[in-house]
């Protein structure tokens, strides 16, 4: 099947998950999300990961995005995993990971997803079923995909990027503006290329033009 794309729908699944039975698109409901894979429950690089985000709940909670991991495991490896993860998190502050774990031990959902790692053939479990590649997914309220990172497996995914490309996402939704290199919230962003100069004189009063493709402006975001 054909790779997912920016802007392709987010396949639909029903799953087994630490907190129950889904329908994703169900469960994403009005939300945005953040769909996050791993190889398999008790891998050290993962267990760092999924702390992190446990810890950071109010971070994606004030953005309404919901976050689901997704592991090539049953529910069972993960409920004794979620022990380990909430166990070594607590070394740094309060962990508790109150988000949902896809249990796709058959893979189904992470070939869907085209989440399996086809270029290195001995990268497979007891069982020679291929890992899952460390993949992340964006999708937004109308269940677009809007961001898809993928990690070597030797590197943690770095969270602060990815709560940062929701919040440029989420401003650009909501103002006719995209964001610069290195940018945060808080920061000018860049006036839209649609945006004509006579209604950027209305919409950004104090936008400075620097080039004639180059415009930016301060931006006021709760």
């Given at each position: 099947?054909?790779?997912?794309?920016?802007?392709?729908?987010?396949?639909?699944?029903?799953?087994?998950?630490?907190?129950?039975?889904?329908?994703?698109?169900?469960?994403?409901?009005?939300?945005?999300?953040?769909?996050?894979?791993?190889?398999?429950?008790?891998?050290?690089?993962?267990?760092?990961?999924l702390a992190?985000?446990?810890?950071?709940?109010?971070d994606f909670?004030?953005?309404?995005?919901?976050?689901?991991?997704?592991?090539?495991?049953?529910?069972?490896?993960?409920?004794?995993?979620?022990?380990?993860?909430?166990?070594?998190?607590?070394?740094?502050?309060?962990?508790?990971?109150?988000?949902?774990?896809?249990?796709?031990?058959?893979?189904?959902?992470?070939?869907?997803?085209?989440?399996?790692?086809?270029?290195?053939?001995?990268?497979?479990?007891?069982?020679?079923?291929?890992?899952?590649?460390?993949?992340?997914?964006?999708?937004d309220p109308?269940?677009?995909?809007?961001?898809?990172?993928?990690?070597?497996?030797?590197?943690?995914?770095?969270?602060?990027?990815?709560?940062?490309?929701?919040?440029?996402?989420?401003?650009?939704?909501?103002?006719?503006?995209?964001?610069?290199?290195?940018?945060?919230?808080?920061?000018?962003?860049?006036?839209?290329?649609?945006?004509?100069?006579?209604?950027?004189?209305?919409?950004?009063?104090?936008?400075?033009?620097?080039?004639?493709?180059?415009?930016?402006?301060?931006?006021?975001?709760?």
């Open positions: 099947m054909p790779a997912l794309r920016l802007g392709n729908t987010a396949p639909n699944f029903e799953a087994d998950t630490t907190q129950g039975h889904i329908t994703f698109h169900d469960w994403i409901g009005d939300s945005w999300a953040v769909l996050f894979s791993h190889p398999g429950d008790f891998t050290p690089v993962c267990t760092t990961e992190e985000v446990a810890r950071r709940a109010s909670a004030q953005r309404n995005v919901k976050v689901i991991g997704i592991s090539a495991n049953g529910l069972e490896e993960h409920e004794k995993w979620v022990k380990d993860i909430n166990e070594w998190g607590s070394k740094v502050g309060p962990t508790d990971v109150g988000f949902p774990i896809i249990a796709d031990a058959d893979r189904k959902i992470s070939t869907l997803y085209d989440m399996l790692d086809e270029q290195d053939a001995t990268n497979k479990d007891a069982k020679g079923l291929p890992f899952t590649i460390r993949t992340v997914f964006v999708i109308k269940k677009t995909i809007r961001l898809t990172i993928a990690y070597p497996a030797s590197t943690g995914r770095n969270f602060d990027e990815i709560i940062r490309v929701i919040d440029s996402l989420q401003i650009g939704d909501k103002h006719r503006v995209t964001t610069p290199v290195n940018w945060k919230k808080g920061e000018d962003v860049i006036v839209h290329p649609s945006v004509s100069n006579e209604e950027a004189k209305t919409l950004f009063p104090e936008h400075t033009v620097h080039k004639p493709y180059l415009r930016t402006t301060p931006l006021k975001v709760e």
